[in-house]
């Protein structure tokens, strides 16, 4: 459960979903613990690399 909220947290930060808002689908008490423990901010490269992927991923199932 414990990897799944890291999970979870990270994308919803990777999709730009305002942290209060992700705080309250974790149902954290607190904010700190969403972005401070939960949460992982991919770098410019890995957002890059992701949108890259995501992309690729459309394509192959428009074939």
């Known amino acids: 459960?414990?990897?799944?909220?890291?999970?979870?947290?990270?994308?919803l930060a990777?999709?730009?979903v305002?942290?209060?808002v992700a705080m309250r689908i974790l149902r954290?008490?607190?904010?700190?613990m969403t972005m401070d423990v939960c949460t992982q901010i991919p770098s410019?490269?890995?957002r890059r690399a992701?949108?890259?992927l995501d992309?690729?991923?459309d394509?192959?199932?428009?074939t």
């Open 1 to 11: 459960m414990h990897d799944t909220r890291h999970t979870c947290a990270s994308l």
């Open 14 to 16: 990777a999709l730009d």
């Open 18 to 20: 305002h942290p209060r």
């Open 28 to 32: 954290h008490s607190q904010i700190s």
């Open 44 to 46: 410019p490269e890995t």
């Open 50 to 52: 992701l949108d890259r």
């Open 55 to 57: 992309q690729s991923l």
């Open 59 to 62: 394509r192959s199932s428009e």
